[in-house]
């Protein structure tokens, strides 16, 4: 299984970006796709996640209202709708798949990771 993260980029405060993770390699149905964000010299988190189903939709609180996950299943990709976006969303996002469709909000109940797009927000 590959995931391939893209869409980072350098915005202003307030504008917005859509990220993509296009899965490849293997059968995905039962699969739980996240999001996950991490800035230098702290520890990976969570954004978000979604049921490859396009249900059991969950988002950290900081980017409730702002961020949407979305899944295309005919094209094996999840996005990531960012929107409002402040100078604390600056990190590297990383895609991650759980093929037990149980992950939530820990790293360790993922097992597969995209390879991270740098979002850079200025003020």
């Known amino acids: 299984v590959q995931l391939q993260a893209s869409g980072g980029g350098l915005v202003q405060a307030g504008e917005s970006l859509r990220l993509s993770c296009a899965a490849s390699?293997?059968?995905?149905?039962?699969?739980?796709m996240g999001w996950f964000r991490q800035t230098p010299g702290k520890e990976r988190k969570f954004v978000a996640r979604?049921?490859?189903?396009?249900?059991?939709?969950e988002y950290d609180d900081s980017v409730k209202g702002r961020f949407t996950i979305s899944i295309d299943n005919a094209k094996n990709t999840v996005y990531l709708q960012m929107r409002s976006l402040k100078p604390e969303d600056t990190a590297v996002y990383y895609c991650?798949?759980?093929?037990?469709?149980?992950?939530?909000?820990?790293?360790?109940?993922?097992?597969?990771w995209g390879q991270g797009t740098l979002v850079t927000v200025s003020s």
């Open positions: 991650a798949g759980d093929r037990h469709g149980y992950g939530v909000a820990e790293m360790f109940e993922y097992d597969f």
């Open positions: 390699g293997g059968t995905f149905k039962t699969y739980t």
């Open positions: 979604i049921n490859w189903d396009g249900r059991g939709i």
